[in-house]
């Protein structure tokens, strides 16, 4: 089955910039999905499709992929980024969705 | 605005059923797949099923194939989990979420605030 792999921590300065990584074979050929889930909350989608906002989230967020990695980045850190963020793609061979195990992004 | 509302989350024995309901309101609900997603205390989320529109078509993840099953009703704007023979791994957290596009490739644009399931003696 397909695997997403996530680091568990990313710690990032008030200002700067983060960036979430999340690996997978070929991942460049699928639809990568990031959610954001802040504690005791449901998951909301920030980026879809690769690289597209829902209305609504900031354009701080954006989203890249290369062969095997798609990368979430967060420009301009604030406070309230601080939160677990999950990447997901659709599995085609299995029709089964994946998810990454989730990065706790921590702001200093 | 979109709503999704997770109901029938509770204790239950080890080796016993248990059936969660999701209540949509705030769009026609018989034009999205759906789907369910849980989350263990301090873990990840795991997909677990989806069903299309019309509910003819479905999937479920191999470690919940046999003992959940997933259905939709709507008429009544609702989304099922049927849940048996659980065990103590299947203590989470369960989210319903509507898939943002009519069937592939698979996004969640909305989730409910999920129900709690604890399996426990």
């Known amino acids: 089955s397909y695997v997403l792999t996530q680091p568990p921590s990313v710690s990032v300065a008030p200002g700067k910039t983060a960036t979430i990584t999340c690996d997978g074979n070929n991942i460049a050929n699928k639809r990568v999905h990031w959610y954001q889930q802040e504690p005791g909350q449901a998951p909301v989608l920030v980026i879809y499709?690769?690289?597209d906002r829902p209305s609504g989230i900031p354009e701080r967020f954006s989203g890249s992929t290369s062969d095997n990695t798609a990368t979430l980045t967060i420009s301009g850190v604030e406070a309230g980024d601080e939160a677990d963020y999950y990447c997901?793609?659709?599995?085609?061979?299995?029709?089964?969705?994946?998810f990454g195990g989730g990065t706790k992004l921590t702001v200093l | 605005q979109v709503q999704l509302v997770e109901s029938g989350g509770g204790l239950v024995k080890p080796g016993g059923s248990l059936r969660l309901s999701c209540a949509a309101s705030?769009?026609?609900?018989?034009?999205?797949?759906m789907s369910w997603i849980r989350q263990a205390p301090g873990k990840g989320l795991e997909w677990l099923s989806y069903i299309s529109s019309s509910g003819s078509n479905k999937n479920h993840v191999d470690s919940v194939k046999g003992r959940f099953t997933v259905s939709r009703d709507n008429a009544k704007n609702s989304l099922d989990l049927q849940m048996s023979s659980l065990r103590a791994e299947d203590t989470a957290l369960y989210y319903c979420?509507?898939?943002?596009?009519?069937?592939?490739?698979?996004?969640?644009?909305?989730w409910g605030q999920g129900a709690l399931v604890t399996v426990s003696s």
């Open positions: 705030g769009f026609i609900f018989s034009d999205y797949y």
């Open positions: 997901q793609v659709w599995d085609t061979s299995t029709d089964h969705v994946v």
């Open positions: 499709y690769d690289t």
């Open positions: 979420a509507r898939h943002r596009d009519s069937g592939r490739p698979i996004v969640f644009d909305y």
